[in-house]
């Protein structure tokens, strides 16, 4: 069963712009569904070493949740940044409680920077790399690296020797259950409406 911890809730973004409660509430569902994999793995799939040079499954977790430390660090750094996880050490429980709250540092980043916050410009994805105006494609780029290495989990499970059960493949489809367990009243349509009726009393 999933707890408290494990859930991300995006009701504390009232004040921000549509787009911004609804980046955050997006990502606050991505999160859900890092949590429902680890949740089914199998425990001895977690630290199992696969075939050839791949990372592990431990390592593909701790690594999702120490690249957020470094977006939240270099893209906004007046949020507390969470420690790192170390994979030679890290349980399930503890990347749970760590994927949790780097997960909602992360829709607090969102939610300023996709809802006229103004404080945050820019995404910065790595140092190396060069940083983007804030806007959509931040969410899009955050949301993809998380997928892809959600789908190394499951294929990686699958070739140990270790299959995800069917209700897990089911559940993180299953998005209006997921919006509401993180918070969200109405589900995306909601948000959608508010922010045409906007517009409309803007054009007044």
Known sequence: MAT?????????????????????????????MNQMLIEHLDPAA???KPPGKT????????????????WVRLTAPHLKVPRQLTRAHCTPKQARAGLAESGAR?????????GG??????????????????????????LAHEAHHRGQVCMLAHQMGFPLPQEL???????EK?????????????????????????AM
């Open 117 to 142: 916050e103004g404080r945050i410009k820019e995404f910065c994805r790595d140092g190396w790399a060069k940083a983007w105006p804030v806007g959509p494609e931040m969410l899009c780029y955050m």
């Open 169 to 175: 493949g089911y559940g993180i489809w299953n998005w």
């Open 4 to 32: 408290r911890q494990d859930k991300i809730r995006t009701q504390p973004f009232a004040q921000f712009a549509p787009a911004g409660r609804t980046a955050a509430q997006i990502f606050a569902v991505n999160e859900r």
């Open 55 to 70: 990372r592990s499954i431990v390592a593909i977790f701790t690594h999702m949740h120490n690249v957020r430390t470094k």
């Open 106 to 114: 992360c829709t607090e980043m969102l939610a300023e920077a996709l």
């Open 46 to 48: 977690w630290k199992a």
């Open 178 to 202: 997921l919006w509401k367990e993180c918070g969200a009243t109405g589900g995306p349509a909601a948000l959608h409406k508010e922010a045409r009726q906007g517009a409309g009393r803007t």
